[in-house]
């Protein structure tokens, strides 16, 4: 009698039951791992090169799972990834930080369920990317106007994947660097069932799309007309929820004094005369159109540099009982003129869903005061010399927002914010991250004004040029080039986004049409 040899037991199928855990455990695991690495992609890390590889492995956890499987590896997989990347919520509390993480991975589940169906079909990497660019866009909408943050695209502010902002704006690049992911899938898992030459074309493709990035049309070099730019940084006196500090007036004060500051700084030759200057978004918290004190104090702070500033101010409405969130130019011989409302409101910030309901559960809603109303135009504003686009800091995460203020013909492009109740999170450098994308999808320079930082200056290249750190009251003038030239992004506009998502939704329809019944998708079943 022949005894087995160590070849055979090694060829030797292994039992259903040990296939079975071995594949659930892999799955378990690889799903959390991608989120995480994901995470590691975004600022402040930045290892944007990770983003892809994360896709990759949430992509080879649910590629062959069941659907019901295949959900919950995705809700797994989005809440490894949002919990770290969204901390930045946490100064509001544990409990908002948490509700805001479980509710966004349901995204990342329903948009995995549809990865495991689309995988049966031939050419799958496109139509998984195709889900993510639909995932990214169903999140931005839904529920409460949406929230876009961290899409794939702002974790690649400044890598490979960045040209292609100029072409399809941050839905293109989202979609490129999942492309990239899902061949690395495809190409591991050809190559580990011994698939030799797909698994090298999936690789080679993988490699290929960051290149290809390099050969989008950019609009072509302009004549050197240049403005200088002055940027006040006031910081706050408080932190968190409670930034104003005891009194309101400070943060007003300081926002004067850096500005009075940087006139005497003109006056000593120490610095170039700005042409215009940029405060911050709630630089002023009391309303200059009602508060004598306020009036004064931004007067004698505008007339000393003798530009006209852009503040931002919290003002009420004129039925009392509603604010603004407003960008106002204010001019240092006539004083306050054009102005700008804040049109993307940031949900339990600046106002409250069912206020009525939940502030008898929730005390905290009580913080928020008056409830914010939208305003209803672009953020095409002239000031000295040139007509500005101002955007108010929840805005740059808005494709729409940005490209509607650029389409004006306005440049630079000016994000005022308020990063306060979140200095010193991974909030801040997020953002920065979103300017810098912004400046190549619309060829436009983009200047920060934050109140605690970081205040930034970002190049047409997406390059920062210069910026401040955070929890300091900075000032400085920069020089900045007037693009006016389009980008294909800026004229085409939302189109490719639209086409992805219903490149996703026919990618569905035809994986339902051909999805197998149970008794020919076995290898699944142990699975969900």
Known sequence: MAHPTVQDIERAPAPSGVLSASRALWRSAAAPIGGVLLFLAFPPIDLWFLAPIGVALLTLAVRGAGVRRAAVLGYAGGAAFLLPALTWVRPIGDDAWLLLVAVESLFFAVMSAGVALVTRLRSWPLWVAAL???????????????FPWVRVAFSQGGSAFTPYAALGGAPLVTFTVALCGALLSGGLAAFLRGAARPAVWALAGAVAVPLLGYAV????????????????????????????????????????????????????????????????????????YQSSYARTVIDGAVRDIGVPVLVGAVVRAPDGLHRYTRGIVWDPATGPGAYYDKRKLVPFGEFVPFKDLLQKFIKRVELVGLQ?????????L???????????????????IVRSTVRTGATPLVVQTNNATYALTNL?????????LRAVEHNRAV???????????????????????????????????????????????????WALVLIAAGSLVAALRRRPTPEHDSSDEEDG
């Open 132 to 146: 993510w660019v639909a995932q990214e866009w169903a999140r931005g909408a839904f529920p409460l106007g949406g």
């Open 217 to 288: 049309p950019r609009p072509g070099a302009e004549a050197a007309r240049a403005i200088r730019v002055g940027v006040i940084q006031g910081d706050v006196p408080g932190t968190g929820m409670g930034f104003l500090g005891d009194e309101p007036a400070v943060v007003l004060r300081n926002h004067a004094d850096k500005t009075h500051e940087l006139a005497e700084a003109v006056r000593a030759g120490k610095v170039e005369r700005p042409d215009i200057v940029i405060w911050p978004e709630n630089s002023t918290d009391i309303d200059p």
């Open 372 to 380: 914010s109303l939208p305003g209803d135009r672009e953020g095409d």
């Open 382 to 400: 002239k000031m000295g010399p040139v007509t500005v686009g101002a955007v108010e800091c929840y805005e740059v995460a808005f494709d729409g």
């Open 428 to 436: 801040p450098p997020q953002q920065l991250a979103m300017s810098r």
């Open 447 to 497: 200047i920060t004004a934050a109140t605690t930082g970081i205040s930034a200056y970002v190049d047409p290249d997406g390059r920062v040029r210069w910026r401040t750190a955070e929890r300091v009251a900075d000032m400085a003038v920069v020089t900045v080039p007037v693009r006016t030239g389009e980008t294909i992004a800026t004229r085409v506009g939302a189109a490719p986004e």
